[in-house]
């Protein structure tokens, strides 16, 4: 039995449930990807083009700081990694944290939540972050997903 991991970045709350009933649902241990400078509300305003995301969304090079370093990732067979969709991608906080691990070997599967796009382009985005022998997954938004839908797809891996 492979051992799982669902690690998450949640700006509001919102990928944290999702990240807490998948954990569940998939018997996998739980991480939050916290940044090391957390975000205010005026930082998370996307209206505002000189908000921190929106500064941080719009440049290709920005890793934010991450709080702290999962410590036992080579534990891990499988591993869930979860975000809120920005700018219909992945925050640049998950580019941090894919870059900062050892993935080979693994499965990766992300996971997501937003209040209205798809994963847009995040797998194309994410994936060469990492070792090429990582084996990622598409991914599923969990968004208004029932518990029993939940149970099965995390069943899946």
């Given at each position: 039995?492979?051992?799982?991991?669902?690690?998450?970045?949640?700006?509001s709350?919102?990928?944290?449930?999702?990240?807490?009933r998948?954990?569940?649902a998939?018997?996998?241990?739980l991480f939050?990807?916290?940044?090391?400078?957390?975000?205010?509300?005026?930082?998370?305003d996307?209206?505002?083009?000189?908000?921190?995301?929106?500064?941080?969304?719009?440049?290709p090079n920005?890793?934010?700081?991450?709080?702290?370093?999962?410590?036992?990732?080579?534990?891990?067979?499988?591993?869930?990694?979860?975000?809120?969709?920005?700018?219909?991608?992945?925050?640049?906080?998950?580019?941090?944290?894919?870059?900062?691990?050892?993935?080979?070997?693994?499965?990766?599967?992300?996971?997501a939540?937003?209040?209205?796009?798809?994963?847009?382009?995040?797998?194309?985005i994410?994936?060469?972050?990492?070792?090429?022998?990582?084996?990622?997954?598409?991914?599923?938004?969990?968004?208004?997903?029932?518990?029993?839908?939940?149970?099965?797809?995390?069943?899946?891996?």
């Amino acid at each position: 039995m492979s051992k799982k991991l669902v690690a998450y970045f949640s700006a509001s709350g919102v990928t944290k449930v999702a990240a807490e009933r998948l954990a569940k649902a998939a018997g996998a241990d739980l991480f939050e990807i916290q940044p090391a400078n957390p975000y205010t509300r005026a930082d998370l305003d996307w209206t505002n083009k000189k908000s921190r995301s929106s500064v941080e969304m719009n440049d290709p090079n920005s890793r934010p700081e991450i709080a702290e370093r999962l410590s036992n990732m080579e534990d891990y067979d499988t591993v869930f990694i979860g975000f809120p969709i920005w700018w219909y991608v992945a925050p640049t906080i998950i580019n941090t944290f894919i870059e900062n691990y050892d993935f080979s070997g693994k499965t990766i599967v992300p996971f997501a939540t937003s209040g209205g796009s798809g994963m847009g382009k995040t797998v194309e985005i994410l994936k060469p972050l990492c070792s090429a022998s990582a084996k990622w997954d598409k991914g599923k938004m969990l968004n208004r997903v029932s518990e029993q839908d939940m149970q099965n797809w995390a069943e899946q891996f």
